[in-house]
């Protein structure tokens, strides 16, 4: 494993010249591990309902905007029809709902229950969640938590995570691990930060034992604090995501079809990202996150997309098996 120091990594970061050369190292890095394997992961955001006022997000709380919760019913037909289409994972991802919370997380522990019943992989993004949910998720089955720290600078958390504590969030994430979930973690690019800040997420990302790690540019939201904020350039997401590849040589980095749709997945891959997600099928009524429905009910955020496009690259989508069983190595 190349060995990169704090400086290596800003040095990176900050020189445009090397960028080849990081991308290159990258890919051999991830064929070396992955061979020409890749992982897609379906998408199921079932409630865009949330009790947070995140500066950044356009599920924010107060946001005015038409909102859903799809019942458990309508949760499972749309992770058959993922799983059929040759998925890896179902990642059931919501908003902080005031609702799931009431309820204690019955619903959520059903679906991850019914899913798993047919050998399929879950991850699991409610937000931060106690304790006793967690030991639940676990119980259940759920292979992954996710929750997405955004930035390792203190100050810059409190400016994008209103009223939230960054501790209790990465404390959830510990104790999830330590419960034997695999955990994913992740930082938005171009949200005020400097290549310091970066490298120190990376960092941190790699010290909490993170499995999976994701990096995602940030776009403005209608109607939020952030709105007037640029999306930044993508050279800096991709530099990131061969940093972490050279890092953690093992990890699961996604290249999200969130931020630039289908066309943004080929550069995500050629920086060394080796798993696709925020696949959805189209005419469900799902939303994205960063971009709610580019390409969605086009069809363009497909299983099918996805992979026509990773075999014009020389790279083929894993099967189901190959996938369980890279994962459970890493229990
Ligand atoms: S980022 Fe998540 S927690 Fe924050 S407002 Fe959006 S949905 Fe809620």
Known sequence: MLQLTKDDIINYLKNDELTDELFKMARETRKRI???????????????????????????????????????????????RLVASGVNLIDLTMGEDAQYHAEDFETAVSIIREIKKQGVPVMVSPGVVGKKVIDRFAEAGADFYALYQETYNRELFKKLRIAQDFDERLECKKYAKQKGLLIEDGIL???????????????????????????????????????EFKTPKRDMEFKIIALMRLLYPKVLIPASL??????GLEKRVDAGANVVTSIIPPKTGLMGVAQGTMDVDEGGRTFKEATA???????????KEEYKSYIGGLK
């Open 189 to 227: 690019v171009g949200i005020g930060e400097n290549e310091e800040d970066i490298a120190e997420a990376l960092l941190q990302m790699g010290n909490i034992g993170a499995s999976q790690v994701r990096a995602m540019s940030f776009v403005p939201q209608d109607g939020t604090p952030m709105e």
């Open 34 to 80: 992955f061979g020409d394997k890749i992982f897609l992961y379906g998408f199921v955001y079932f409630s865009t309902w949330c009790r947070n006022n995140c500066s950044f997000c356009y599920y924010r709380r107060d946001n005015d905007i038409e909102r859903y919760r799809k019942s458990k019913e309508e949760v499972l037909d749309i992770a058959d």
């Open 309 to 319: 496009i990773l075999e014009k690259m020389g790279l083929r989508a894993a099967t």
């Open 258 to 263: 969130d931020v630039d749709g289908i066309l």
